[in-house]
């Protein structure tokens, strides 16, 4: 039978990365931050949650508030997400739970963005991100997705920057190794919005796909960029199935 054997061998090849193989950013944390991250009291982002909670009932100047249209979003926002970044219609925009939220804001608030890093938006992603805290990453990577999932795969393989290396080498090949005092993980960026100690506040994938991108003397692409869009999508695929931690604590 060595015409299955060789299939079955392709074909684990072929699979992408499941939840088996990718393990959470929590896993490679010292355990006292592991710890710290999981005690609401000494973990500074919850105060960032308590606060998109606030944000969430409060009435703009004209138009509803979110509460309004988003009656008991423990329940109705509950899973939500785990779906983003996802693809909108019909517009065919690729959103991450951000870009979603500013576009209720802009077109159903009839408000000016938020922008992006600012501490509403940051604070109501990591809210809305908390009410999916322990369900599984469930994105769609097929149909229209499929494009931006495969732009952000190849973005994921490029060899970039002044040091030549890509986010496989660090994040599937250099995985448990130490750099700089941290230990590398997969890269999975299932606890953003996180407080970070570095930045000493609470931050968004992007700025930390940003610190990665500098760190290896790369181009730093836009906050809500395409190219960090479809990036976010191709970890949020290899990373499905694992639990949503937000808010997490990193380094
Ligand atoms: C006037 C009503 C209205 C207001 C105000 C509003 N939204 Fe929405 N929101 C909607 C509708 C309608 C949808 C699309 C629901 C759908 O079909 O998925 C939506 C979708 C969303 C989603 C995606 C849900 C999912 O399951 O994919 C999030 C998150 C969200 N809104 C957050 C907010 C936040 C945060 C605010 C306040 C800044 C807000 N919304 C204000 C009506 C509103
Ligand atoms: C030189 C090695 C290296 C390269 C190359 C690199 N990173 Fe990182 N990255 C790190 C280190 C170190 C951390 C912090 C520890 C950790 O969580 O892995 C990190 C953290 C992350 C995180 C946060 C994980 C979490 O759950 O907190 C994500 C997401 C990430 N990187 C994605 C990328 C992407 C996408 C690229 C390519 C643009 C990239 N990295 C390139 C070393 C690297």
Redesign the pocket.
Known sequence: MRVPALLLALLSVLAPASADEIA???T??SPELRRRQGDPNRNPAWFWVDQGKELFAEKPATGQACLGCHADPAASLRGAATHYPQVDRPSGKLLNLESRIEQCRVERQRQPAFGYESAELLSLTAYVASLSRGLPMSVRTDGPARPFYEAGQA??ERR??Q?N???????DG??GQK??G???????????P?Y?LEWNTVGS?HR??R???L??R?TQFDYGSPE?LA??L??AGRAEGLPV?TP?M??
């Open positions: 959470s950013g929590s490679f944390l973005f994921f970039q920057g040091l290396l890509s986010c496989k080498q660090c994040h250099l995985v750099l700089r941290d230990t590398i993980s997969h890269g999975a960026g299932t606890g953003y996180a970070r994938l930390r796909l610190a990665c991108s760190g290896v790369a960090y990036l976010e191709y970890l931690e997490a990193r380094r």
